[in-house]
């Protein structure tokens, strides 16, 4: 059975926390790939910023709804959570836009389960971590290129 170290993309586009949200979507459309895992100085994954958090910046800040209780307003929704969007909405940084719980998968990790983590959860990039180092990713063309038969 294929493991990810058997179909993962070796050599990893990275980008910084402080790289600028421009950089970003300049990479992912350039290399026409789906997410960039973001490291640190000291080489440690932080976070992944992917094509769908960019889009997220784009949506309209949702208006959270009040209803009056004894002449006060009360919102129906969180304000943590609006908080959370709109820092999102107006990032200018990877740090402000990325995912920063990254799910990772082991170098051993099957190709079926490798597939259905993507399909279940939705995920298009799932960076290989071995010994706490990112080693490589996997993204649906990887899984894809499977199909092909070797010449």
Known sequence: ???????????????????????????????????????????NLVGIICQSDL????????????????????????TALLETEVERIAASKVSDAMTSKVVTI??????DEIAALMVDKKFHTLPVVEKGRLVGVVGKKDIIKTLIPNP
């Open 1 to 43: 059975m294929r493991t990810a170290q058997d179909i993962m993309t070796r050599s990893v586009l990275t980008i910084s926390p402080d790289a600028d949200i421009t950089e970003a979507a300049k990479v992912l459309l350039d290399k026409q790939i789906n997410g960039l895992p973001v490291i640190d100085a000291s080489g």
């Open 55 to 78: 889009v997220r910046m784009q949506k309209s800040l949702p208006i959270p709804s009040l209803f009056t209780l004894l002449d006060g307003f009360v919102p129906l929704s969180s």
């Open 106 to 111: 082991p170098g051993d990790m099957g190709l």
